[in-house]
């Protein structure tokens, strides 16, 4: 299956650059490029990508407005592309907020060439591009754009989870993977798979990505515990 980007971003040779790299390989196809936001929603409208290559920083309407408004405002039957950020930096501070607005993830715009392939793959497949690890260290630098858990109670939504479900989302939130739970937990990975998606099931979650961002905004993990 030919995975279909559209590139956005306000620079001509970054977009030619990417889509230089991407056109060589044979199960990646550009259908479209894009200098804005405004712009990249109406492509993604009528081009109906499998993934969106989205920069941040922007004129007119910016990367993480662009990424909410075509990852969540889409009807429940319609095609919703996945988005990954592209930003300059690691700790750029609008990367939380992109993930919040519903992106699977973030690269760096000098990514490796091997490592943008690889990342476009494994976002077109459904998963998360950044590891938990990385997502936690993101919502521990900005903390304090997330919404206080003393302010909020737990949303009704999480107390669908069994105490298992609702362990394992928290070791998800410590940037655990599959396996690292299973040995915590003492259990097979198949478990952990199952509750996994389980969680996500039920919290209505993409992705892990969202579960670690869903972690910090209800409490059930404080920024800066890494134990």
Do not use: C, W
């Not at 889509?19 to 405004?38: H, K, M, Y």
């Not at 930096?89 to 000098?110: M, N, P, Q, T």
Request: hydrophobic letters at 45%; aromatic letters at 4%; a negative charge.
């Amino acid at each position: 299956m030919t995975i279909r980007v559209l590139l956005v971003d306000d620079q001509p040779l970054l977009r030619t650059g990417f889509r230089f790299i991407l056109e060589a390989e044979p199960d990646v196809t550009v259908v479209g490029e894009a200098g804005d936001g405004a712009v990249a929603m109406e492509q993604s409208r009528a081009l109906l990508p499998d993934v969106v290559l989205m920069d941040v920083r922007m004129p007119g309407t910016d990367g993480i407005e662009a990424t909410r408004r075509i990852v969540r405002e889409a009807p429940p039957s319609a095609h919703v592309p996945k988005v990954l950020v592209l930003t300059t930096f690691d700790l750029d501070e609008y990367i939380v907020e992109a993930l919040r607005a519903g992106a699977s993830g973030f690269l760096l715009k000098d990514v490796p060439p091997d490592e943008l392939v690889q990342a476009i793959r494994v976002v077109a497949a459904g998963d998360a591009i950044v590891a938990p690890s990385v997502t936690r260290r993101l919502l521990d630098k900005f903390a304090t754009r997330l919404p206080s858990a003393r302010q909020q109670a737990t949303p009704a939504r999480v107390d669908r989870l069994t105490e298992r479900e609702l362990e394992v989302l928290r070791l998800i939130a410590k940037g655990m993977s599959n396996a690292e739970i299973a040995a915590q937990l003492v259990v097979s990975e198949t478990t952990v798979k199952t509750h996994v998606g389980n969680v996500l099931t039920k919290l209505g979650l993409r992705d892990r990505v969202q579960a670690v961002v869903l972690a910090y905004e209800t409490g059930l993990i404080v920024p800066g515990a890494l134990s």
